[in-house]
């Protein structure tokens, strides 16, 4: 082959301008910009804070020299803690047979959707993983939009209309994230049950995305799975709760009903990842075996979230910014729509446009809503991910003030400073707009 040879249409026509993760690519930049001695009040990358549990991270020393290729679907001590899990926090029962361990829950969907028949429907706000994944897989994503008024949350109606659309192909496969990213919404007993009764009469699966369901505030995270069994795929891992994310743990749980389904992604699994990483899953077997310990771990770490979230949320809407207050996670979906008309007056008219000012005026990085979050462009949404803070101090005083004593009132100010710092630079930007 000449040197000179010009490679052309290596790429499928379809996935031309198919960008990398927004999410990863902006935190990259911005790392760099810190790394370079820049004061970045970075929320716009939602990673925990907190260190990885501590018994986690001495079974994973213990555990450095496990260099075997495990069973495709995990370990089989860990997926029997994943059902002891389940069975304390959802109230499921689980096979350990039904659950596929994966490097991370994102590989899973992206498994499923590669061999899942049919069509997918996603909900607008999106996590920004799940459309790109379904273009990957050559799947057609049908959008759900919901509002602001409603907290972002789908409705039985919303998915009624959507279901009277004639190109619909006969086996749906709808994504709910929740708690949700970036909404930081979740769904109550209620609510999922309404909706369940709707996925029933139109045949539709669900993967419920529930990776943020063991950070919800009050502990009162309502599985999916609990309520429409048969046609739910759980989705999970040890990313968020856990502080796992660079440990690559993640699985699925499949209703038997849906076990061809499993059985796919498991073949899929085998030719691709072979297996999650050995000395993880161990580390991670042996950190199930104590849930008291998990319990109280994650109850510290999402009480801490909790009143981030809170401040958030309460310092923002005091200047007219329009927020739902969020229930769980890391995330709130601010509409910064109260500076519209001024920012108009400047030229500013997309959330992009919005985000690269507060940044350059700020030092403030949030990222932009619009098409990565399935959003209109000039609609001024942005995900703010309140976990720019050294979660480790703050877990150790949380630790020390103990679970039946709440928080001082100035925790956050004083254990998760930049977060706080930044939200006031923020609010400044927003009022300063206003009496410009
Ligand atoms: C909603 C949602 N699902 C899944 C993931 C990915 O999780 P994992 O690390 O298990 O691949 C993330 C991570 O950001 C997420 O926000």
Same mark, same amino acid.
């Given at each position: 082959?000449?040197?000179?040879?010009?490679?052309?249409?290596?790429?499928?026509?379809?996935?031309?301008?198919?960008?990398?993760?927004?999410?990863?690519?902006?935190?990259?930049?911005?790392?760099?910009?810190?790394?370079?001695?820049?004061?970045?009040?970075?929320?716009?990358?939602?990673?925990?804070?907190?260190?990885?549990?501590?018994?986690?991270?001495?079974?994973?020393?213990?555990?450095?020299?496990?260099?075997?290729?495990?069973?495709?679907?995990?370990?089989?001590?860990?997926?029997?803690?994943?059902?002891?899990?389940?069975?304390?926090?959802?109230?499921?029962?689980?096979?350990?047979?039904?659950?596929?361990?994966?490097?991370?829950?994102?590989?899973?969907?992206?498994?499923?959707?590669?061999?899942?028949?049919?069509?997918?429907?996603?909900?607008?706000?999106?996590?920004?993983?799940?459309?790109?994944?379904?273009?990957?897989?050559?799947?057609?994503?049908?959008?759900?939009?919901?509002?602001?008024?409603?907290?972002?949350?789908?409705?039985?109606?919303?998915?009624?209309?959507?279901?009277?659309?004639?190109?619909?192909?006969?086996?749906?496969?709808?994504?709910?994230?929740?708690?949700?990213?970036?909404?930081?919404?979740?769904?109550?007993?209620?609510?999922?049950?309404?909706?369940?009764?709707?996925?029933?009469?139109?045949?539709?699966?669900?993967?419920?995305?529930?990776?943020?369901?063991?950070?919800?505030?009050?502990?009162?995270?309502?599985?999916?799975?609990?309520?429409?069994?048969?046609?739910?795929?759980?989705?999970?891992?040890?990313?968020?709760?856990?502080?796992?994310?660079?440990?690559?743990? %993640? =699985?699925? *749980?499949? &209703?038997?009903?849906?076990?061809?389904?499993? !059985?796919?992604? #498991?073949?899929?699994?085998?030719?691709?990842?072979?297996?999650?990483?050995?000395?993880?899953?161990?580390?991670?077997?042996?950190?199930?075996?104590?849930?008291?310990?998990?319990?109280?771990?994650?109850?510290?770490?999402?009480?801490?979230?909790?009143?981030?979230?809170?401040?958030?949320?309460?310092?923002?809407?005091?200047?007219?910014?329009?927020?739902?207050?969020?229930?769980? %996670? =890391?995330? *709130?979906? &601010?509409?910064?729509?109260?500076?519209?008309? !001024?920012?108009? #007056?400047?030229?500013?008219?997309?959330?992009?446009?919005?985000?690269?000012?507060?940044?350059?005026?700020?030092?403030?990085?949030?990222?932009?809503?619009?098409?990565?979050?399935?959003?209109?462009?000039?609609?001024?949404?942005?995900?703010?991910?309140?976990?720019?803070?050294?979660?480790?101090?703050?877990?150790?005083?949380?630790?020390?003030?103990?679970?039946?004593?709440?928080?001082?009132?100035?925790?956050?100010?004083?254990?998760?400073?930049?977060?706080?710092?930044?939200? #006031?630079?923020?609010?400044?930007?927003?009022?300063?707009?206003?009496?410009?």
């Amino acid at each position: 082959m000449s040197q000179d040879m010009e490679y052309v249409d290596l790429v499928r026509t379809d996935l031309e301008g198919y960008a990398p993760a927004s999410n990863l690519a902006f935190n990259e930049r911005i790392r760099n910009l810190i790394e370079q001695g820049g004061n970045v009040y970075h929320f716009a990358f939602g990673q925990s804070p907190f260190p990885v549990i501590q018994i986690a991270t001495e079974a994973l020393r213990e555990n450095a020299h496990q260099n075997a290729y495990l069973p495709v679907a995990g370990l089989h001590e860990l997926r029997h803690g994943i059902s002891k899990f389940h069975a304390k926090y959802d109230n499921i029962e689980v096979d350990p047979s039904d659950i596929i361990v994966g490097p991370g829950s994102k590989e899973l969907i992206f498994l499923l959707l590669q061999i899942f028949n049919g069509d997918v429907i996603v909900i607008s706000p999106s996590w920004t993983t799940y459309k790109p994944q379904t273009k990957l897989s050559c799947h057609k994503a049908y959008v759900i939009e919901t509002s602001i008024e409603n907290d972002w949350k789908i409705t039985p109606g919303l998915v009624q209309q959507l279901m009277k659309c004639n190109s619909l192909k006969k086996n749906r496969l709808l994504i709910l994230n929740n708690p949700d990213n970036p909404t930081g919404t979740s769904y109550s007993q209620t609510e999922l049950k309404a909706l369940s009764d709707v996925f029933r009469e139109h045949n539709i699966l669900v993967l419920s995305d529930e990776i943020y369901g063991r950070l919800h505030y009050n502990q009162s995270h309502v599985s999916m799975a609990k309520v429409y069994p048969e046609g739910t795929i759980l989705c999970t891992g040890l990313s968020k709760w856990a502080s796992a994310g660079g440990w690559r743990i %993640g =699985y699925h *749980i499949y &209703p038997p009903q849906l076990s061809p389904l499993k !059985k796919a992604v #498991q073949s899929a699994a085998s030719h691709t990842y072979s297996c999650a990483p050995a000395p993880m899953q161990y580390a991670v077997s042996k950190m199930f075996k104590d849930l008291d310990g998990c319990d109280e771990y994650m109850k510290h770490c999402s009480r801490i979230m909790g009143m981030v979230g809170m401040y958030c949320h309460r310092e923002l809407t005091s200047v007219g910014v329009n927020v739902v207050k969020p229930t769980a %996670g =890391y995330y *709130i979906f &601010p509409d910064f729509g109260v500076v519209k008309n !001024k920012l108009r #007056q400047r030229g500013i008219e997309t959330c992009q446009q919005m985000c690269d000012a507060i940044f350059a005026e700020t030092s403030v990085a949030l990222m932009a809503g619009g098409p990565a979050f399935l959003r209109p462009i000039e609609e001024l949404t942005t995900r703010l991910c309140y976990v720019p803070f050294d979660g480790k101090p703050a877990l150790v005083a949380s630790q020390a003030i103990g679970l039946d004593v709440g928080l001082p009132e100035n925790f956050v100010k004083e254990y998760c400073t930049p977060v706080y710092d930044g939200i #006031q630079v923020l609010k400044q930007w927003v009022t300063k707009q206003l009496e410009s």
